[in-house]
């Protein structure tokens, strides 16, 4: 069934939020704490495409290999379609593919949290549930590889370097605020 809930803003057509960024760079805390702020629902990518396999992320890396994971992720995106005005936080890894790059653009604006591979690996508590991560040289090459990519991809871009999670909530809701997204 559709949640409804008159404090929730509903703007015209498709008008979701993504959320980008390196894996453990706080998309998710974000996303939550804006839904929570801004009265948006939030949802997660890889929880989504979890709920797809039918198995945790770690278990698809395994049993099926990354290319499945990834076209989970793009069924996700598909789905969020038919859905109004979400903040959503995204795998680490959904700008690996154009055509999540272009439906994430058709149904809304992208949003990247520029921040540090050190405060990302910092923050990863379980990085044995991680697999694209691997070792440290691993993860910066990852990161290398994938920053141009978020960059590219962003419609805004908040540097979130030596903030902390609540004044990275509180800047970029009175950003996404100010241009009339939340
Ligand atoms: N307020 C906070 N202060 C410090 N650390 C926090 C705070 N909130 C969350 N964290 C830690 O930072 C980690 C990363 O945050 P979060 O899960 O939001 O990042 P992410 O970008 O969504 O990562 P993922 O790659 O898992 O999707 C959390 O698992 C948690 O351990
Ligand atoms: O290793 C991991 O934890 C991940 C791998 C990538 O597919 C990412 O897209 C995902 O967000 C997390
Ligand atoms: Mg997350």
Request: hydrophobic fraction near 40%.
């Amino acid at each position: 069934m559709e949640f409804r809930d008159s404090r929730y803003v509903v703007h015209e057509g498709c008008d979701h939020i993504f959320f980008v960024g390196f894996l453990g760079a706080g998309k998710s805390t974000l996303a939550r704490n804006l839904g929570e702020l801004f009265h948006r629902r939030y949802v997660d990518t890889d929880r989504l495409a979890e709920r797809i396999a039918g198995k945790s992320l770690a278990e698809i890396y395994e049993n099926d290999g990354e290319e499945l994971f990834r076209q989970a992720e793009t069924e996700v995106l598909h789905t969020l379609k038919s859905k109004k005005s979400l903040l959503v936080s995204c795998g680490g890894g959904i700008v690996e593919k154009d055509i999540n790059l272009a439906l994430m653009r058709e149904m809304g604006v992208i949003v990247f949290l520029d921040g540090d591979l050190s405060d990302s690996l910092r923050q990863i508590q379980r990085t044995d549930r991680r697999p694209d991560l691997g070792s440290v040289e691993n993860a910066t090459q990852l990161y290398r590889r994938l920053r141009p990519r978020y960059e590219a991809a962003a419609d805004i871009t908040i540097d979130i370097r030596e903030k902390t999670f609540e004044q990275v909530a509180i800047d970029s809701g009175k950003l996404l605020w100010e241009r009339g997204l939340l």
